[in-house]
């Protein structure tokens, strides 16, 4: 991961450029924070509460440098408020990183101390657990902010996320089937998955209770197994997975599953996956779209946990989150056909989707935000 632009580091600290690094992708606020106690290290980044008070999750990673740590805060804090505007759902997007090894620096005393750091945020910025963070630490945090979200159910939460992310794939390809093959029923469609973690292994069983026909591949034979014995799917290697003949192709594992190498391999007729970044590059989705596939863009498919989160507010039930996370079809719908209208790439198309939202609420706000 490299430097903010056009800048260079001194002692791997970070670059005297980031304020052009800001506003450059319009970030409102980048906060830091210190605990000497527990030797609390973090960045929060809020990139937009054009829509509603900035909502991401906290990553907790060794991250080499601090340079490294506020790229990836920057990156993910943007990212965010376009998932969280094509959700329709109105909260901005923000994002933190704390800096360090979760297995030996995550201790309660630390996650108390970051709590106290989001609640001297007021709310402009609401936490969840992400990579390196679990449900646990944030009922830690709770003891401090009330500004947190993700909360295990005996808290009164949503609990583990991944359940509603695959709901939420699946409403997505229900859109994808609809606009390619005229139906929302899966039933014998061939879905071909990478990565059967939390999120893939979730909606291998609700593709299978469809009646779709499953290929899967992933790292970890355990879970292969599980999907081979428990629900009839075919198991192929990591590296032809994405080469299979199939109607859908799933990218669940990590990003960047899409790029020049690949594409020109993929069996599929659509991709519709919960993987976050699936594009290693913006012309990637030009690559994918000559080849006549339509690709649902990633952070269209797969924000079915943010919303479990956003129905949080005024009091949790698996139905209204449910019912909201199956708006992700119609969400969806309008991207597909964005596109059509404009000539743009469907990834082109999201992103306009969530700057028109964007910029709509902008101007209700007053254009002070
Ligand atoms: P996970 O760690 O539970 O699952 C990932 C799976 O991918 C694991 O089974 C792992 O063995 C496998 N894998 C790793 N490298 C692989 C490779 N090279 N080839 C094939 N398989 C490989 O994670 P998850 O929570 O299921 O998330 C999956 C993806 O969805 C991630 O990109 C994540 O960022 C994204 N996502 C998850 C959520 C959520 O609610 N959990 C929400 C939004 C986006």
């Not at 933190?96 to 297995?103: H, L, R, S, Y």
């Amino acid at each position: 991961m490299g430097a903010p632009s056009g800048t260079t580091s001194r002692d791997g600290g970070f670059h005297l450029g980031v304020f052009e690094e800001i506003v450059t992708h319009g970030h409102e606020a980048v906060h830091f924070g210190h605990d000497q106690a527990s030797g609390l290290r973090c960045i929060v980044a809020i990139h937009s509460t054009a829509l509603g008070p900035s909502l991401g999750g906290t990553r907790f990673y060794p991250y080499a440098t601090d340079d490294e740590a506020l790229t990836d805060v920057l990156r993910l804090s943007r990212g965010m408020t376009y998932k969280a505007a094509c959700a329709g759902i109105m909260q901005g997007g923000g994002k933190a990183v704390i800096i360090g090894n979760p297995k030996t620096h995550g201790t309660d005393a630390l996650f108390e101390a970051y709590g106290r750091f989001v609640e001297s945020l007021s709310g402009r910025y609401i936490t969840a657990e992400d990579v390196g963070t679990t449900v646990e630490n944030m009922h830690v945090v709770a003891t401090q902010t009330s500004y947190v979200t993700g909360l295990p159910h005996e808290d009164g939460g949503s609990g583990d996320p991944s359940p509603a992310t695959a709901r939420g794939v699946i409403a997505a390809m229900r859109a994808v089937s609809q606009r390619l093959w005229g139906t929302d029923d899966l039933r014998g469609r061939r879905v071909a998955i990478k990565g059967i973690g939390k999120v893939g292994m979730s909606l291998a069983e609700r593709l299978h209770d469809r009646g779709a026909e499953l290929i899967v591949a992933d790292v970890n034979n355990d879970a292969t197994s599980h999907a081979e014995s428990a629900l009839g799917a075919k198991v192929v290697s990591v590296e032809e997975i994405h080469t299979t003949d199939c109607d859908i192709f799933a990218p669940c594992a990590l990003g960047a599953d899409l790029n020049a190498s690949s594409i020109p391999q993929l069996g599929c007729r659509a991709i519709a996956g919960s993987a976050n970044n699936q594009l290693h590059t913006d012309e990637d989705a030009d690559r994918i779209a000559e080849r006549g596939i339509l690709y649902a863009p990633d952070y269209v498919v797969n924000a079915g946990g943010i919303i479990n989160i956003a129905a949080e507010a005024g009091g949790y039930s698996t139905d209204k989150a449910a019912a909201m996370i199956d708006r992700i079809f119609d969400n969806m719908t309008e991207v597909f056909e964005r596109a059509d209208r404009s000539g743009a790439n469907t990834h082109q198309a999201a992103e306009a989707m969530a700057e028109e939202r964007i910029a709509a609420a902008n101007r209700t706000n007053g254009g002070t935000r």
